[in-house]
């Protein structure tokens, strides 16, 4: 009981202003305090922070004017609360999907760069093959070619060589043929009378050229006597070598 009345007086002593612990706000225009001490009023303060909860008793119309115009702009502001939380909502929705937009387009715009430089690096290495495989498919050509190159020069060499060689066996056969004529006396006149032969045709020919089919008049009865003469001495003589002698005559 003596703890209310205490606690009842000290009340009071703070609301009149009286004496106390220091801690009450004095009026000094004769308005009665709140009696609040400074921790009160911070906290109201906190809450409320357009009243000057400390010096309430000293406002000035002109403060009271102030308090108005942030009243009436309070007032305005909960008046258009609904329209206000649905601005306020869609612009953090809005800002909240653009952010989520941009990280997706973000994470896909990585993905893109990944697949990208992976691309680029399969054409550099497909270039690469593709010089690499040129390259070699060029040495591989300039050595086919070679060997062909060397291949026909080989055998225009061998051509070559045959053909000097064939010529060079037959110059001995016939250098050696008509050595063995020459060293036969029945050649050897064999040999003259073909020599004859063949001047003759010629003589035949430029004659026929001249005078011709007929041939030079003046000589003909003497060539015809003497192919007769010489036919069948030749004939005679040789057997088989006659034929050889007609075939020069033209017969």
Known sequence: M?????AGVSAIQRFVGGSG??????????????????????ILRAYYPAIDWENLPNLTPDDLAL?????NQFQWFIDNLSDIEDLMTTYIK?????NEFKGRLVKEGFRGAEKIEKTVLDLFLSFQGYTRNRKKLARESDNAIALM???????FEISDASLEASLKVAAIRKAKKLQELKERPEQTELLEEISLQERQ???SIKDRIKYGSAGNPKAAVTTSARAGTTTTSTNS???????????????
């Open 237 to 251: 003589r040789w057997g088989g070598l006659g034929g050889l002698v007609d075939f020069f005559r033209g017969k």
């Open 2 to 6: 003596a703890n209310l009345v205490k």
């Open 201 to 203: 045709l010629k003589q």
């Open 94 to 98: 809005n800002q909240v999907t653009f």
């Open 21 to 42: 612990n220091g801690s009450t706000v004095s009026n000094d225009n004769g308005i009665r305090a709140f009696g609040l001490d400074f921790d009160q009023i911070g």
């Open 67 to 71: 308090l108005r115009d942030k009243v």
């Open 149 to 155: 190159d060397a291949d026909l020069e080989s055998a």
